[in-house]
Structure formats: structure tokens, C-alpha cells
Nanobody, 119 residues
């Protein structure tokens, strides 16, 4: 089991930037992929970005490609989501998750961190 704790959310004006962090603990040696998702009330959870833990290959949702950057620091067992040029539609609760037990399935989730972008 991997435990995840997100941080770095907050209130930012449109056009601003935020960097989210996701600290992993527990059985981190079995982590395959770390992903970021977001969700707003009444809507389904949306994939944002993912990174393979060993090779660092990345994948982005079309809506954030070129604006957000996902990264990881294996030594610190921490993942990051750098978000630039934020717009009000980016307002959501952001979650990190990992695939650890079974590749292709996110099996550990953090509690989320709120990002609010004001116009």
C-alpha cells in the first residue's frame, strides 16, 4: 500500500501558476505510474497527467498539454504538477494517484488539494 499526501493548492488569479506536490510513503518501490486527476462538484473525475515512475515518460490531457508539466523526484518519493497560465475552468480538487499493485489500475489515492482560479 502506498500513502499519498497532496499539497500546494490554493487561490490564484487567472494567468497565474501553482505547483502541486504529492508525497508518497509506504511501498513506494512498487510504484509504476503516478497520475494527477481533478474533479469539480457534480462532474466526473478527469484525468490531467501521468508519469512513469522509473522512465519518466509523460502523458497529458489535451486540455492541459503545454500548460501543465508533471515531474517526479524518485529520491524524495514525490511527484509534482506545475500548472501555468491557469484559467477559472482549472478550478477543481486535484488528486494524485499511483499504480502500484497492478499496472494500469490506480490503486492508491490522496485526499486531494483544492485549486481555485479567480477571474
Amino acid at each position: 500500500q502506498v500513502q499519498l499526501v497532496e499539497s500546494g493548492g490554493g487561490l490564484v488569479q487567472a494567468g497565474g501558476s501553482l505547483r502541486l506536490s504529492c508525497a508518497a510513503s509506504g511501498r513506494t518501490s512498487s510504484t509504476y505510474v503516478m497520475g494527477w486527476f481533478r474533479q469539480t462538484p457534480g462532474k466526473e473525475r478527469e484525468f490531467v497527467a501521468a508519469i512513469t515512475w522509473s522512465g519518466g515518460r509523460t502523458q497529458y490531457a489535451a486540455s492541459v498539454r503545454g500548460l501543465f508539466t508533471i515531474a517526479r523526484d524518485n529520491a524524495k518519493n514525490t511527484g509534482y504538477l506545475q500548472m501555468n497560465s491557469l484559467i477559472p475552468k482549472d478550478t477543481a480538487n486535484y488528486y494524485c494517484a499511483v499504480q502500484s499493485a497492478v499496472p494500469g489500475r490506480y490503486d492508491s489515492w490522496g485526499q486531494g488539494t483544492q485549486v481555485t482560479v479567480s477571474s
